[in-house]
């Protein structure tokens, strides 16, 4: 390719992300910035898909920026060469380019004025198509067909699936009296506002079925927990006793929470049904107990306790029994989150005055201190448990970052409008 | 127990306050003038009818006026120059049946802010157990915490540190 169709490919792009950024609502926007990329990534060549262009352009875009995005695939360039799910390739061609894999497709119109997208993806070595998807989808919904996409991308080049499709909620601190709960997709576009509230809220946590959210509110100037419905907007107290109400958790389930309440007297653990109805009380001493985490199976609690002396992670039977001492090293360990297959931890831990991201196979105890930052908070696993997003601070400002389990990749997620806290990513789109 | 030596302007108007109702209703109550300076301050808080406390409460001169229990670092034990300030507050509320207290627990920014919102309960229920001892009842008193949530002091460092270390005493009409 000549120099100058570099240029104007390069023009186009920049007119497109001009025009891109006056269609954005720039209050509250999330902006993602990778900051570390895994050591072996994968070459994928996203090609032109045909049809309309300019909806093709948002597809394609999308499926690149996602892929890169995940740290563990770089884009190949594909000058601008326009194939379809029906075109041949000629894998030499792109073999030369050093793409191992390849994806091309079509956004076509389908009945009542919507589209459907389609794509293919081939295994460049081996001269095969790896598979392919149809999805009928509209104008409007154009970025979420590129989502989907690269989620099959994802599973099919890595055996694990993607997490594209997926929502993130988290707490916006807008002002000095203005807190907002905004839910977004995973690329921190397409924000939305659940609520908005003149006191703090925290520790937002998704129902397993994606439709609701618990979280504590300081509306009633003290903590309350809450559970929301996203869709209607229709918020039930699930506890609201005497006394501090919070650190909601679901159980895998979606029958019961796990709530810390103080009614009888510091902070316990009980389990509650979810429409806050038949507490139950679990620890009975005298210590801190809070901070609770469903194992995946339902049927252990991890919680934090300093019962010990310091603040420390334990776990119990979801009875309230056999309780064991999980975290030794150091003298505090906060805020246990379970991996999705259960092997993982992901914790806060201070270490050297600082308060970082960690990692502990739970099988062997070995513990892996992801981040050097100073102020970790607030871990919360994605659906396919490859990362961990926190919040963290930035030049004063709260940002949240999510980090691989490895701690190699890195992305950055920060908002123009003020801080951002109280990361809570949701479950898997089905 | 240490007797309370209370200066007696300041008993005079405990006693005035302790028979007159709940506030917001008090247009008919002598106010004492040796207090000197406004008699009633105003109480308006968001979403709450503006209930008037009796000035025995706000009066800056007041022992009643301040409100605040300062805490050393990762500590909940109510520290020796705070026990008059309790005990003025708990024989207020042993004398004003009426009034009901929302003690509100505080911590520094540092760490996981449920395990701070943990630290500020145990701070509130320790100014409650003090309270309940010195008199005050059970169901006038309702401890919670705010954690890290809400600052006094919005800065970085152990000067912003030490003002958010806190419990705060709120009556009716203030919370």
Redesign the interface.
């Known amino acids: 390719m000549s120099r100058f169709a570099i240029k104007l490919r390069f023009l186009r792009l920049l007119a497109f992300a001009a025009f891109a950024v006056l269609l954005t609502p720039a209050r509250g926007q999330l902006t993602v910035e990778i900051t570390g990329a895994g050591a072996n990534r994968i070459p994928v060549a996203i090609a032109e898909f045909g049809g309309d262009a300019a909806s093709s352009r948002i597809v394609t875009s999308v499926i690149r920026a996602d892929l890169e995005r995940s740290g563990l695939f770089r884009m190949v360039d594909t000058s601008g060469v326009v194939m379809t799910e029906a075109t041949s390739p000629v894998f030499g061609d792109w073999k030369s380019r050093g793409a191992d894999a390849l994806a091309a497709g079509s956004i076509g119109a389908s009945d009542n004025g919507r589209q459907e997208a389609r794509f293919r993806l081939y295994d460049v070595n081996k001269q095969t198509a790896l598979g392919g998807s149809a999805f009928v989808t509209s104008k409007t919904m154009l970025r979420a067909a590129g989502h989907r996409i690269a989620d099959i991308i994802y599973e099919k080049l890595t055996g694990e699936p993607g997490v594209f499709s997926t929502r993130v909620a988290y707490v916006v601190r807008a002002g000095a009296a203005r807190y907002e709960l905004h839910i977004a997709d995973a690329d921190g576009q397409n924000a939305q506002v659940a609520l908005i509230s003149r006191e703090p809220i925290i520790s937002p946590s998704w129902s397993p079925d994606g439709g609701r959210l618990a979280y504590v509110s300081f509306e009633n100037k003290k903590p309350v927990v809450y559970v929301h419905s996203l869709a209607s907007g229709k918020r039930v107290v699930v506890a609201n006793f005497k006394g501090s109400n919070s650190a909601p958790a679901w159980s895998p389930d979606g029958r019961r929470l796990a709530v810390v309440l103080s009614k009888d007297g510091g902070s316990q653990i009980f389990l509650v049904n979810a429409d806050g109805s038949g507490a139950q009380r679990l620890t009975t001493d005298t210590a801190i107990n809070t901070e609770p985490n469903f194992s995946p199976d339902g049927q252990h609690l991890y919680f934090t306790s300093d019962r010990g002396g310091s603040p420390q992670i334990y776990r119990m039977n979801i009875g309230g029994g056999d309780v064991q001492r999980v975290s030794f090293e150091g003298t505090y360990n906060v805020s246990p989150r379970i991996s999705p297959d259960g092997r993982s931890m992901a914790f806060i831990s201070r270490r050297d005055g600082g308060f970082r991201l960690s990692v502990m196979d739970l099988a062997s105890r070995q513990v892996q201190v992801l981040t050097d930052s100073n102020k970790d908070e607030s871990p919360t696993f994605s659906p396919n448990g490859r990362m961990v997003l926190i919040a963290t601070e930035m030049g004063g400002r709260g940002v949240l970052s999510a980090v691989s389990l490895d701690g190699r990749i890195k992305q950055r997620l920060s908002i123009s409008a003020g801080d951002v806290r109280e990361p809570a990513w949701g479950p898997f789109n089905r | 127990m240490k007797r309370l030596v209370i200066p007696a302007t300041l008993a005079l108007l405990i006693a005035a306050c302790s028979s007159t109702p709940e506030g917001g209703d008090q247009s008919g109550a002598p106010v004492e003038s040796r207090a000197g300076g406004p008699s009633v301050a105003t109480v308006t808080t ?1 979403g709450v009818d503006g209930g008037r406390l009796p000035a025995v409460l706000t009066d800056p001169k007041s022992i009643l006026s301040k409100r605040s229990v300062y805490f050393d670092y990762d500590s909940y034990e109510v520290k020796a120059e705070y026990k008059d300030l309790v005990t003025a507050h708990a024989k207020f509320l042993t004398e004003n049946r009426q009034f009901r207290m ?1 003690i ?1 627990g505080n911590t520094d920014e ?6 701070n ?3 500020g ?2 701070r509130a ?1 320790a100014i409650k157990k003090m309270m309940a001892l010195l008199g005050a009842r059970e169901d006038q008193l ?6 890290e ?2 600052p006094k002091n919005e800065g970085h460092g152990e000067a912003a540190w030490a003002e958010n270390r806190r419990g705060d005493m ?1 009556y009716s009409g203030e ?1």
Do not use: I, N, P, T
Request: without cysteine; glycine residues 12%.
């Open positions: 968001g929302l509100q540092r760490g996981s802010r449920e395990y919102l943990a630290l309960q145990k229920d309702e401890a919670v915490s705010l954690g949530e809400k709120l919370f």
